[in-house]
């Protein structure tokens, strides 16, 4: 019986610096060669988990944005997207007006992703984000709500106080036909509010994946709210020691912290009692 891996990244198989360690990067690395069907899913864009992960030599295909995008890691080409409906984007422009000041919509144009934002003055949360991303040539600043929805919108993010976003998820989630994801930063103490199209999560993807590879069996590994999902459909699910409170109480079984790789070690010491029969 074939065995999937996924991972998430940010809290899990990173370590708290934002990086994968070189020991990492090596043992995944040598575990895919030998046939270990392994790959990760992220919240992050392609394009933004391809600068953690350039040195993977993934076999598989990544997933992505909470699920929306499947993705070659090796290219960053974009194998699969989800994107809103009309009518789910004149929900988002008229419901959520914390959108403006606080957060940013991703949209896609052909192969390439923005993120459009119309803030003036953005709230801290999200001024941090910007700061922390002046760099990058994918954010751009636009005039107007209407215009954040440009292109084929796929994904909106939203920083800000927990108290100041929890009437938003609240509103929100009360929505049929797409998923809300709310939790904490994992290096910040920001939370995120991310809307993504209808059917959409690292579950889903995750079976649907499973499923076209053949694969019999499935463990995950996780840290955050968002990998709940992946933890109910899988045989085995793994929280990080580091994780928050609701993963642990989830998990079929509690694996050291991110920062001594304790993603990796587990596969290597899978893959020694399995004798290489995978």
């Known amino acids: 019986m074939k065995t999937l891996f996924v991972s998430d990244l940010d809290g899990t198989l990173m370590r708290s610096d934002k990086k994968l360690s070189e020991k990492t990067v090596r043992t995944l ?13 992220t919240a992050r864009s392609i394009q933004s988990a391809m600068e953690i992960t350039g040195g993977l030599k993934m076999r598989l295909p990544v997933i992505t944005r909470n699920g929306t995008v499947l993705a070659d890691n090796e290219s960053g080409r974009m194998i699969q997207k989800a994107v809103f409906s009309a009518d789910e984007i004149r929900l988002l422009k008229t ?10 919509v991703s949209s896609y144009f052909g192969e390439e992703m923005m993120k459009l934002y119309c803030s003036k003055n953005p709230v801290a949360g999200f001024q941090k984000y910007i700061d922390e991303h002046k760099n990058d040539s994918r954010m751009r600043h636009l005039e107007n709500l209407d215009a954040l929805f440009e ?4 994904y909106v ?4 106080d927990e108290e100041k976003l929890r009437p938003a998820y609240e509103r929100m989630r009360k929505h049929e036909g797409w998923e809300c994801v ?3 930063d994992t290096y910040g103490d920001e939370f995120w509010l991310e809307i993504c199209p209808e059917n959409c999560t690292k579950a889903k993807a995750i079976l649907a994946l ?3 590879i053949g694969a ?11 990998d709940l999902p ?12 580091n994780a928050v409170p609701e993963a642990k109480a989830a998990a079929t079984k509690i694996i050291g912290r991110n920062d001594d790789d304790s993603v990796a070690e587990f596969l290597e010491k899978w893959a020694s009692l399995e004798n290489c029969d995978i």
């Open 29 to 41: 690395n040598r575990l895919i060669e030998n046939g270990v069907l392994f790959t990760y899913a």
């Open 95 to 104: 419901e959520l007006p914390e959108l403006v000041e606080s957060g940013f």
């Open 151 to 154: 292109g084929e919108a796929g």
């Open 157 to 160: 993010t939203l920083i800000d």
């Open 182 to 184: 709310f939790q904490k």
């Open 210 to 212: 499973k499923k076209k």
């Open 216 to 226: 019999g069996r499935l463990v995950v590994f996780g840290d955050s709210i968002n």
């Open 230 to 241: 992946m933890f109910e459909i899988a045989d085995e699910a793994c929280a990080v020691e």
